[in-house]
């Protein structure tokens, strides 16, 4: 088979499987903006659920240890998946790992 075919054969096979690898590429990861709303939306919540709880049940209550181990975890989270934090007393992210759990 002269070379010049089995370039042809090769790229012709090849092309498609290059193709879908970019589409699924583009397509599955969100975007940094998708992922900071999230973030910030959840950590806005669990921040909020947290003052309710400790105002309602006082700040040593188990619905307020409850919900500072919920803001825990959320940032933790955010920290796991793009190395920063939502502080939603200050409005701004964090670089680095510097929160503290017993801030309320």
């Known amino acids: 088979m002269p070379s010049h075919t089995k370039l042809r054969l090769v790229a012709r096979k090849s092309l498609p499987a290059a ?3 970019f589409a699924l590429l583009f397509m599955s990861a969100p975007g ?3 992922y900071q709303d ?3 939306r959840r950590t806005a919540r669990a921040e909020h659920k ?3 709880a400790i105002e309602h049940h006082g700040p040593h209550s188990r619905q307020a ?3 500072r181990h919920e803001l825990h975890e959320v940032r933790e989270w955010c920290w796991r998946e793009h190395h920063q934090w939502w502080d939603e007393h200050e409005h701004r ?3 680095d790992r ?3 759990d017993h801030d309320h």
């Open 19 to 21: 193709a879908l690898g």
């Open 32 to 34: 940094a903006a998708a």
């Open 38 to 40: 999230d973030c910030s």
């Open 50 to 52: 947290l003052h309710e």
């Open 65 to 67: 240890d409850h919900w």
């Open 93 to 95: 992210w964090h670089q």
């Open 98 to 100: 510097d929160w503290d």
